[in-house]
């Protein structure tokens, strides 16, 4: 398997772990067995957004890197 094809299935998953931690930090089922769980998350939550993002641009460079001939 080429290497351009190891970096789209990282970022493949990388999107999939996103979409998953997304659903579980804001499930009913999990909002409801703690009912403190949504208050002061904010900070929380960004930093963990922004190192989804940082994850994401870094595996686009090597992945437009490796496309260039």
Do not use: D, Q
């Amino acid at each position: 398997m080429s290497m351009v094809y190891m970096v789209g299935l990282v970022f493949i998953i990388m999107i999939a772990g996103l979409a998953g931690t997304l659903t579980v930090g804001w499930s009913k089922a999990n909002r409801s067995e703690n009912a403190g769980y949504g208050s002061g998350t904010g900070k929380k939550w960004t930093r963990l957004g922004l190192l989804y993002a940082l994850c994401v641009v870094v595996v686009l460079a090597v992945f437009l890197a490796l496309l260039k001939p």
